[in-house]
């Protein structure tokens, strides 16, 4: 792909969301991209093969967006032809009472991928310092604050901090990690929102209380981009993604993942003198049947 989605895309240095392209495409017509996407969902598929026979390393995809950007539609464009078994999606809502009960990461931990696996984290641990950020009483849920004046800048720092401690943690033991920021313009939301309302195929997508959410559209970016700016790491790198265009945002989604799992130095298991060995007796034997 003469493209290089992983290098435009990521985010290097301090991070303005309001000078961050939705609509950005290149040069692609939708008819090349919707192509290319086929035959990159090829070496997908064989990467995660070689993942799961290496079976030293894992990754974990992590997508967040506001609502309507298309994390639903990527995951199932993206990842649709690999093997479920060496897949795993976790979406993320609203935590039980039995998440709430231990720390902010505690649910998170329990969805992380084996070695060998590719994780999917539709929503994630970001949602501390995103939604619960915009709506801070959210927190008190946890039983551990007193009052939404606890909340304060420090409170903040100690989330994005845990974050960053989270991520290199597993970075260190083994999971290679993927943030993606599915971009997606306030104008282009309220065309997806209108959509699920005049197509009744498209009906069960609308919710009600999307239109809060969106009337708050501008306090969300200014959390995304201080949860970008603090906490991309090299080991755990944010891209931010143009997904006013979704065969676009796919596209460039499925070559950043490509491009990571080439950069793991995967290896298939090299067999042993003896395991050949038996693997010759054993192709003698079916033979001569």
């Known amino acids: 792909m003469n493209t290089n989605f992983s290098d435009d895309f990521q985010i290097k240095g301090k991070f303005s969301i309001k000078n961050t392209s ?20 090829e070496k997908l598929r064989e990467l995660q093969e070689k993942l799961y026979a290496d079976g030293s390393k894992s990754l974990l995809v992590v997508l967040q967006a506001m609502d309507a950007a298309g994390k639903d539609s990527l995951i199932e464009h993206v990842f ?3 093997n479920p078994q060496g897949c795993n999606v976790t979406s993320f809502k609203t935590p039980s009472s039995r998440e709430y009960s231990h720390d902010f990461l505690w649910r998170h931990y329990l969805a992380l991928p084996q070695k060998g696996m590719i994780g999917i984290f539709n929503r994630s641990h970001y949602e501390s310092v995103l939604v619960c950020k915009v709506h801070p009483e959210y927190n008190l849920s946890e039983k551990t604050w007193d009052s939404v004046k606890d909340f304060d800048d420090k ?3 100690n989330r994005y901090e845990s974050i960053r401690n989270f991520e290199k943690h597993l970075a260190q033991n083994g999971t290679t990690i993927v ?7 306030k104008d282009e939301q309220k065309k997806r929102l209108l959509d699920r ?28 981009e201080t949860a ?20 676009f945002a796919r596209l460039s989604a499925i070559q950043i993942i490509i491009d990571t799992l080439e950069k793991m130095d995967l ?23």
């Open 22 to 41: 939705t609509e950005y495409k290149g040069k692609l017509t939708k008819e090349e991209g919707v192509q290319m996407l086929i035959k990159e969902k």
């Open 80 to 82: 649709g032809g690999v």
């Open 155 to 157: 409170f903040w720092e």
């Open 179 to 185: 943030k993606i920021f599915l971009h997606v313009s």
């Open 197 to 224: 309302i005049n197509e009744q195929e498209k009906n069960w997508k609308f919710s009600t209380s999307d239109l809060p959410e969106r009337a708050l559209f501008p306090k969300y970016m200014e959390c995304y």
């Open 228 to 247: 970008i700016n603090e906490t991309s790491k090299d080991h755990a790198p944010w891209y931010v993604i143009p997904a006013d265009n979704k065969w």
């Open 267 to 289: 290896k298939f298991p090299e067999l042993s003198d003896e395991d050949r060995k038996g693997l010759e007796d054993a192709k003698k034997q079916l033979e001569s049947e």
